[in-house]
């Protein structure tokens, strides 16, 4: 019978392996589809690298806004990795799992100081729940570009605090009142400047302030001086504040349902991303944390108070509620769809679940109910994680080639044109990089400049391989009497193939195209399509998506009889390799 379940404490060996598993698996995952390139807002970076290299940075290149954010103190740590790894963006997601390692160390450290039976099993199952959330796989996209390692920071920072407020007993953590106000207020401004969110910090933590032991009298300065401390980091903050968007708070008035959706939706990514049941499932997280604060708070004479015990998870979800609407104040207008697609707020919601469970363990232990339905939700909770593990994983499958095109693309921009569809197609792996392609042009040349990476400009082009490497489809509707496929500058061409590196028995990842002579690439296309016949015909599973398509317009091509040939990109041996077969064409004015 589970009333029976034996003390985890007892079985040391299975007690570590509950705990490691989930980091083990987050290790194995960043390990295994990490790659390094920047990506997106890093590139935004590049100039502020330019500058520090150049010994000509000033504050202000790491004070001012970044979307709708001051992460001054991320660019501090992202600038230092960039100069000691060579910008290897991989640094950054290790970075991020430390963080996160700590902020389980200190919410570990919470529960034990709130848990009067250190051996207790509803301790340990609340810490192992508590980890495999922090370090679920449904924060992919967090985990995955270390850009984001501020989502993280924030946490630290709340969680970092908490811990210095709400566990200030001599005898457990040691040290002073005023020192852990100090410290606490330290980790507050940090994660200020790491995230706005890390403004919310200081108003959700004026209970724990003010819970501190003294006379009303001390109580009451040191909420003032936090106070203080907040509206001068306000102020710091607005300075010169220019988001790149400006947020709707109004929003609720014009479309109410919207933004509850949206807000409910965030609050339950961590569990579900169907966007009906994601919104009950938000709606009732929320309520039971609603319900959590009208149980554990009460009234003694004329003032609230909060049960010690729960006083440190109340702030935690507090400030996961409070970050959550923010975040809906500035997305919601986008619509459920696309909190559900993206993982980034994952990270703020994850600490709501994580105070819920703390809670009902003190719930339960002072309702003396009985331990086996409390493992029963938890033996729920993680098959629930356990899903959401396996279909991230098989997404970022499907995804992890258009990740290593974007590691080709950078290492290959040299040979990249500037046509049309390079600067502008949503499929060109340069638009993939970041859709301002000429940030990502600026940003190789300097870190070039840098000695960081190197563009080669003299690759091998080997265009009759010993082995075929696919072929260049002819077009279904043949080429007509003229041998040659007639194109008109204004209209979108198609063409397909397939392709492979055979000696390795895999495919590549990008397929590039060129127009006559050139020894350069007007578009590229990525092997991802489905091919059975493939597979079947040079009997490898590993051929099964070696198909692919590119979609191009008329103006990209010279005027007048030409060919279309297709490349691969052979990067372990850093040469183009090209396909079979051209693609005659004959381009007209419309």
């Not at 299975?14 to 980091?23: A, D, E, G, T």
């Not at 500058?51 to 230092?80: C, L, M, Q, W």
């Not at 890390?198 to 009303?216: C, D, H, K, Q, T």
């Not at 105070?355 to 909770?381: C, E, K, M, P």
Request: glycine share 6%; net charge positive; proline share 4%.
């Amino acid at each position: 019978m589970l009333k029976h379940f034996p003390r985890l404490s007892d079985n040391k060996i299975l007690l570590l392996i509950l705990y490691i598993l989930p980091v083990a698996l987050l290790l194995w995952f960043v390990a295994s589809f990490s790659v390094n390139v920047p990506f997106w807002d890093q590139w935004r970076l590049v100039n502020m690298f330019d500058k520090v290299g150049s010994g000509n940075a000033s504050f202000s290149d790491f004070f001012e806004v970044h979307g709708h954010h001051r992460i001054f103190f991320p660019k501090i740590i992202i600038t230092a990795l960039a100069f000691a790894s060579g910008w290897n963006t991989q640094y950054e997601i290790i970075c991020s799992v430390i963080f996160v390692v700590i902020t389980f160390w200190f919410l570990c450290k919470i529960a034990a100081s709130k848990t009067q039976n250190k051996g207790d099993n509803l301790m340990h199952i609340a810490n192992i729940l508590t980890c495999m959330l922090l370090f679920s796989l449904v924060q992919h996209q967090n985990w995955l570009w270390g850009f984001t390692l501020f989502w993280f920071l924030t946490n630290l920072c709340l969680v970092m605090a908490v811990f210095f407020l709400c566990c200030n007993e001599k005898r457990s953590c040691g040290g002073e009142q005023g020192r852990h106000l100090f410290y606490a207020g330290t980790s507050c401004f940090i994660g200020s400047f790491t995230l706005a969110q890390g403004l919310l910090a200081w108003p959700i933590l004026i209970p724990a302030v003010f819970s501190l032991e003294g006379n009303f009298r001390q109580k009451l300065k040191r909420v003032l001086i936090w106070m203080g401390i907040f509206l001068v980091s306000c102020f710091i903050y607005s300075l010169n504040y220019n988001p790149i968007r400006e947020p709707q708070p109004f929003l609720f008035l014009e479309r109410p349902f919207v933004v509850i959706n949206y807000f409910f939706t965030v609050l339950s990514l961590p569990l579900v991303r169907v966007p009906i049941p994601s919104i009950i499932v938000g709606f009732l997280l929320f309520s039971c944390f609603l319900f959590f604060c009208f149980y554990f708070i009460r009234i003694r004479g004329k003032m609230l108070v909060l049960h010690p015990e729960a006083l440190p998870w109340l702030s935690v979800g507090s400030f996961a509620i409070i970050s959550s609407l923010s975040i809906t104040a500035g997305r919601a207008q986008y619509g459920v769809e696309n909190a559900i697609i993206s993982s980034r707020y994952t990270t703020t919601s994850v600490l709501l679940i994580v105070a819920l469970i703390h809670l009902l363990a003190l719930f339960w232990r002072q309702n003396s109910l009985s331990n086996s339905i409390f493992t029963i939700g938890a033996v729920i909770l993680t098959g629930i994680i356990a899903v959401n593990s396996i279909y991230v994983i098989n997404r970022i499958k499907t995804e992890l080639p258009y990740m290593q095109g974007r590691k080709e693309c950078l290492e290959i921009i040299n040979y990249l044109e500037k046509s049309e569809f390079m600067q502008e197609a949503p499929e060109s792996c340069l638009v993939l990089l970041n859709g301002k392609t000429w940030l990502v042009r600026e940003g190789a040349e300097i870190m070039d400049k840098l000695g960081w990476r190197e563009f080669p400009d003299e690759m091998e082009f080997v265009s009759t391989p010993e082995r075929v490497y696919g072929y260049l489809d002819t077009p279904p509707d043949g080429l007509g009497e003229t041998g040659k496929m007639p194109v008109l500058r204004n209209e979108a061409v198609t063409v397909t193939g397939w392709a492979t590196i055979p000696e390795r028995e895999e495919t590549p990842n990008l397929v590039l195209l060129s127009s006559g002579e050139n020894r350069t690439f007007f578009a590229n296309a990525y092997v991802v399509l489905d091919s059975p016949d493939l597979a079947k015909t040079l009997k490898s599973k590993e051929y099964k998506k070696a198909r692919w398509q590119a979609e191009f317009s008329g103006k990209d091509l010279g005027m007048g009889e030409g060919a279309i040939a297709a490349w691969v990109y052979n990067a372990k041996d850093k040469q183009f390799v090209k396909l079979s077969d051209e693609l005659k064409i004959e381009v007209k004015k419309p």
